[in-house]
């Protein structure tokens, strides 16, 4: 029998081929629904997160079409999102972002998952001036090279974790000490992200004159950092900054926890998307978290209500509650429709026009983006996890809590 | 087949490539086919030396890395200085003019290529002795060290990767530019590869696949042949990696530069499922797998790498030879091999009698 089947393997591939060829060139908008595309991370390193944005924009495109879809030149359409899994690699990504513009001629992008697969991206959008509205894509390289076609809804890296640097200067100068004697220790995964929060800790740090006293490069896939934490150990610095997604966020609070690693500020991003508090329970407290966007915070719009009324939704559908890459994932699938309604028009150079004067509210937090394409209504918001809850610490105007300086000793808790 | 009668194919199939671009039904999918192409040009440089020298070499994609790498820094270097760059890059402040970029391209894609050809005498010299499993193992080992260097250097991006000069306007769509140069790429790359095959250097090579000892003690020099195919290979691959770094636009040093658990472990596969050692085998192992591939990612989303391991499953239980050399098993005569009828049907008869 294996005699028939050789051949048959062979043809499969010549059948196939023909059978794509048949699907292609789909046109933008399908009779009432507006075809929206994305090429997100369902495998490799950034899964986790890709699931997030995933269901980010699920939820936005079910609200919108439960509440009558986008009016678009007095006729109501649905919103419909068609996503390829490009394996957390930017050659994928970029591949992928051809495909989408000419295979499946999609004319309105939302973004990846991670700065560098948006850097691997938006190059592709803006040769075919396709506008992509993007919520996580956070490096600051990417606002300076001109984009037109590019729209962020979130606070560019830079912005993560300066609040920690200055929450530790206040602190010290508040004990009647000088900042210039901090120590800081930084340990940033290779990739643009990570980098760019560390150009930005950097400045920071070097506004108030601290000393620099680690800056390692952590390899991607991160799984193990104790290389650092020992010299953190010996050199017993003031402030400890990592950052490497969710898998370094894990990893940091992991080891910090089982080889009872003490220093006095703790600072990360992607505790939420890591979920460090289920995993790792008391041992998560007196971390501080960069945050994006905190479900306490007060901001509304007509399709989620307010912030904790959008936490409570995803959570009753996803079960879970969201990590701020799933609210901002949202927020962008809201500023396409706002766009898409203001310009009533599916031409593009028009939509990019709308988009570049967006100025709206949502429940993520106010929306305008300045020449360069990046988010400048919202700021960064800085949590404490203290006994397992997120606790806004900074910046002042959002802070529900104090913060709890210095985190207790391992042998003290 | 008569040599005029090849002649006529392939010239067929030259102006069949050509016309691809002008088929309207087709043009969406050029940046597929620039794909394509990249794909064959893997598997075909890949089996220099794992078909037809054997020598299983799994870091190969340092070259195609080295190439990447190079192209783009000349590209930059010659234009702006490197913090301009680093600053504008990509974007309309970046726009180069058609000459700029063309020259730029070549003169980046002749420097990677040379670059990797010194790269692979350095290395061969040195590695080349080792045999078998060996020098596999060793070559993975080039293959994630080159990666991790480049992660942390600074003047070529870092992590932090960098961005290549987009193709200006005047030049035409991505799509065509690309095609083009990646056929004009791959066309040039088989020549070479079928006039050498042809020669005295193809049998050499072959002959160290076969018995590299006797080879050796019939006073070839098999080192310096070895090291010559795995130069050959790098030059290839570099001028493969130098164009790729301007299709892709952004250089990863690990995902997309020294990416070997996929373009570094695809063209092996590619290589084998299409029946290493043989001319056609790589070309059209490379074709169906980024078929495949393709179809992989559209239909059964979620499960393209499942199927995809069960492909490569099937093509080594009911292929061990590969797509081509299962055919040269069934039809000799077609690959001009001489059959003698009254032996086959004596070894068959003999097989049924067991």
Same mark, same amino acid.
């Given at each position: 029998?294996?005699?028939? @089947?050789?051949?048959?393997?062979?043809?499969?591939?010549?059948?196939?081929?023909?059978?794509?060829?048949?699907?292609?060139?789909?046109?933008?908008?399908?009779?009432?629904?507006?075809?929206?595309?994305?090429?997100?991370?369902?495998?490799?390193?950034?899964?986790? *997160?890709?699931?997030?944005?995933?269901?980010?924009?699920?939820?936005?495109?079910?609200?919108? *079409?439960?509440?009558?879809?986008?009016?678009?030149?007095?006729?109501?359409?649905?919103?419909?999102? $068609?996503?390829?899994?490009?394996?957390?690699?930017?050659? =994928?990504?970029?591949?992928?972002?051809?495909?989408?513009?000419?295979?499946? %001629?999609?004319?309105?992008?939302?973004?990846?998952?991670?700065?560098?697969?948006?850097?691997?991206?938006?190059?592709?959008?803006?040769?075919?001036?396709?506008?992509? #509205?993007?919520?996580?894509?956070?490096? =600051? +390289?990417?606002?300076?090279?001109?984009?037109?076609?590019?729209?962020?809804?979130?606070?560019?890296?830079?912005?993560?974790? /300066?609040?920690?640097?200055?929450?530790?200067?206040?602190?010290?100068?508040?004990?009647?000490?000088?900042?210039?004697?901090?120590?800081?220790?930084?340990?940033?995964?290779?990739?643009?992200? +990570?980098?760019?929060?560390?150009?930005?800790?950097?400045?920071?740090?070097?506004?108030?004159?601290?000393? $620099?006293?680690?800056?390692?490069?952590?390899?991607?896939?991160?799984?193990?950092?104790?290389?650092?934490?020992?010299?953190?150990?010996?050199?017993?610095?003031?402030?400890?900054?990592?950052?490497?997604?969710?898998?370094?966020?894990?990893? /940091?609070?992991?080891?910090?926890?089982?080889?009872?690693?003490?220093?006095?500020?703790?600072?990360?991003?992607?505790?939420?998307? !890591?979920?460090?508090?289920?995993?790792?329970?008391?041992?998560?407290?007196?971390?501080?978290?960069?945050?994006?966007? !905190?479900?306490?915070?007060?901001?509304?719009?007509?399709?989620?209500?307010?912030?904790? &009324?959008?936490?409570?939704?995803?959570?009753?559908?996803?079960?879970?509650?969201?990590?701020?890459?799933?609210?901002?994932?949202?927020?962008?699938?809201?500023?396409?429709?706002?766009?898409?309604?203001?310009?009533?028009?599916?031409?593009?150079?028009?939509?990019?026009?709308?988009?570049?004067?967006?100025?709206?509210?949502?429940?993520?937090?106010?929306?305008?983006?300045?020449?360069?394409?990046?988010?400048?209504?919202?700021?960064?918001?800085?949590?404490?996890?203290?006994?397992?809850?997120?606790?806004?610490?900074?910046?002042?105007?959002? /802070?529900?809590?104090?913060?709890?300086?210095?985190?207790?000793?391992?042998?003290?808790? | 087949?008569?040599?005029?009668?090849?002649?006529?194919?392939?010239?067929?199939?030259?102006?069949?490539?050509?016309?691809?671009?002008?088929?309207?039904?087709?043009?969406?999918?050029?940046?597929?086919? !620039?794909?394509?192409?990249?794909?064959?040009?893997?598997?075909?440089?890949?089996?220099?030396? %794992?078909?037809?020298?054997?020598?299983?070499?799994?870091?190969?994609?340092?070259?195609?890395?080295?190439?990447?790498?190079?192209?783009?820094? #000349?590209?930059? &270097?010659?234009?702006?200085?490197?913090?301009?760059?680093?600053?504008?890059?990509?974007?309309?402040?970046?726009?180069?003019?058609?000459?700029?970029?063309?020259?730029?391209?070549?003169?980046?894609?002749?420097?990677?290529?040379?670059?990797?050809?010194?790269?692979?005498? $350095?290395?061969?010299?040195?590695?080349?002795?080792? =045999?078998?499993?060996?020098?596999?193992?060793?070559?993975?080992?080039?293959?994630?060290?080159?990666?991790?260097?480049?992660?942390?250097?600074?003047?070529?991006?870092?992590?932090?990767?960098?961005?290549?000069?987009?193709?200006?306007?005047?030049?035409?769509?991505?799509?065509?530019?690309?095609?083009?140069?990646?056929?004009?790429?791959?066309?040039?790359?088989?020549?070479?590869?079928?006039?050498?095959?042809?020669?005295?250097?193809?049998?050499?090579? *072959?002959?160290?696949?076969?018995?590299?000892?006797?080879?050796?003690?019939?006073?070839?020099?098999?080192?310096?042949?070895?090291?010559?195919?795995?130069?050959?290979?790098?030059?290839?691959?570099?001028?493969?990696?130098?164009?790729?770094? *301007? @299709?892709?636009?952004?250089?990863?040093?690990?995902?997309?530069?020294? /990416?070997?658990?996929?373009?570094?472990?695809?063209?092996?596969?590619?290589?084998?499922?299409? %029946?290493?050692?043989?001319?056609?085998?790589?070309?059209?192992?490379?074709?169906?797998?980024?078929?495949?591939?393709?179809?992989?990612?559209?239909?059964?989303?979620?499960?393209?790498? #499942?199927?995809?391991?069960?492909?490569?499953?099937?093509?080594?239980?009911?292929?061990?030879?590969?797509?081509?050399?299962?055919?040269?098993?069934?039809?000799?005569?077609?690959?001009?091999?001489?059959?003698?009828?009254?032996?086959?049907?004596?070894?068959?008869?003999?097989?049924?009698?067991?």
């Amino acid at each position: 029998m294996f005699r028939y @089947l050789k051949p048959a393997f062979i043809l499969l591939p010549a059948a196939a081929l023909a059978m794509s060829l048949a699907g292609a060139a789909q046109a933008k908008v399908e009779g009432d629904t507006i075809v929206l595309g994305a090429a997100l991370s369902f495998t490799g390193k950034y899964k986790t *997160n890709g699931k997030h944005t995933k269901n980010g924009y699920e939820l936005a495109v079910k609200k919108v *079409n439960e509440m009558g879809g986008v009016k678009v030149g007095g006729k109501s359409y649905k919103l419909k999102v $068609v996503y390829y899994d490009d394996e957390s690699t930017p050659a =994928r990504g970029a591949q992928l972002a051809e495909r989408l513009i000419k295979q499946d %001629g999609i004319q309105f992008m939302l973004g990846p998952y991670s700065s560098g697969l948006t850097k691997a991206m938006a190059p592709v959008t803006e040769k075919y001036k396709i506008p992509m #509205v993007e919520g996580n894509g956070a490096s =600051r +390289s990417l606002f300076n090279k001109g984009y037109k076609y590019l729209f962020a809804v979130l606070s560019t890296s830079e912005q993560y974790l /300066a609040e920690a640097i200055n929450l530790a200067a206040q602190q010290t100068l508040a004990a009647g000490k000088d900042p210039a004697d901090l120590k800081l220790a930084l340990a940033m995964e290779n990739d643009p992200f +990570s980098q760019d929060i560390r150009a930005g800790v950097l400045d920071d740090a070097q506004t108030h004159s601290m000393n $620099v006293v680690i800056d390692d490069k952590l390899p991607k896939e991160l799984n193990d950092m104790t290389v650092t934490l020992t010299k953190v150990r010996a050199l017993k610095p003031d402030i400890l900054v990592v950052s490497g997604h969710s898998k370094g966020a894990a990893t /940091a609070v992991r080891q910090m926890m089982e080889q009872k690693v003490d220093v006095p500020m703790f600072a990360i991003t992607h505790c939420e998307a !890591a979920d460090v508090v289920g995993k790792f329970g008391p041992g998560a407290d007196y971390t501080l978290c960069a945050t994006q966007w !905190a479900e306490t915070m007060t901001y509304k719009d007509k399709y989620f209500g307010a912030a904790p &009324d959008y936490a409570k939704l995803f959570e009753k559908e996803y079960g879970y509650v969201p990590p701020y890459q799933a609210a901002e994932s949202t927020a962008s699938v809201l500023v396409w429709v706002d766009a898409l309604q203001r310009a009533g028009s599916f031409d593009r150079e028009k939509l990019r026009d709308a988009l570049a004067a967006t100025e709206i509210q949502t429940f993520y937090g106010n929306i305008k983006f300045d020449e360069t394409g990046k988010n400048i209504a919202k700021p960064m918001v800085l949590r404490q996890i203290q006994g397992g809850q997120y606790k806004v610490v900074a910046p002042t105007k959002w /802070a529900s809590d104090k913060l709890i300086h210095p985190r207790p000793k391992w042998s003290e808790r | 087949m008569n040599g005029s009668g090849k002649m006529v194919i392939y010239v067929v199939a030259a102006i069949a490539a050509l016309l691809i671009p002008q088929v309207p039904m087709l043009q969406p999918y050029l940046i597929q086919f !620039a794909f394509l192409w990249v794909m064959i040009l893997f598997a075909m440089t890949w089996d220099v030396m %794992g078909g037809q020298m054997g020598y299983n070499s799994f870091g190969n994609i340092v070259f195609f890395g080295v190439g990447m790498y190079a192209t783009a820094v #000349v590209q930059r &270097d010659l234009y702006f200085t490197v913090e301009e760059y680093a600053n504008v890059a990509g974007g309309e402040q970046a726009a180069l003019t058609p000459v700029e970029y063309l020259t730029g391209l070549s003169l980046g894609m002749g420097t990677g290529a040379v670059l990797a050809v010194v790269v692979a005498a $350095v290395l061969g010299s040195g590695i080349l002795g080792l =045999r078998g499993h060996y020098f596999a193992i060793c070559t993975l080992g080039l293959g994630i060290a080159a990666g991790e260097l480049a992660s942390g250097w600074d003047y070529i991006g870092a992590g932090s990767g960098l961005v290549t000069p987009l193709l200006p306007d005047a030049l035409g769509e991505r799509g065509p530019f690309f095609f083009y140069l990646f056929l004009v790429l791959a066309v040039i790359t088989f020549a070479v590869l079928k006039r050498l095959y042809a020669g005295q250097f193809g049998l050499a090579i *072959n002959a160290i696949r076969d018995d590299e000892d006797k080879a050796d003690a019939l006073g070839l020099h098999a080192t310096r042949y070895k090291t010559v195919a795995w130069c050959v290979s790098g030059f290839f691959l570099a001028l493969t990696g130098g164009a790729f770094g *301007n @299709l892709v636009i952004f250089i990863d040093p690990t995902d997309v530069a020294f /990416a070997g658990p996929t373009f570094g472990v695809w063209m092996v596969l590619m290589a084998i499922l299409g %029946g290493k050692g043989t001319l056609w085998g790589p070309v059209i192992g490379a074709t169906v797998f980024h078929i495949t591939q393709e179809l992989f990612w559209t239909y059964l989303f979620g499960w393209q790498r #499942v199927a995809l391991g069960l492909l490569i499953v099937v093509v080594v239980v009911f292929f061990p030879l590969g797509i081509v050399g299962w055919l040269r098993e069934r039809w000799p005569q077609r690959f001009g091999e001489v059959v003698d009828e009254e032996a086959r049907r004596v070894q068959v008869s003999l097989e049924g009698e067991r």
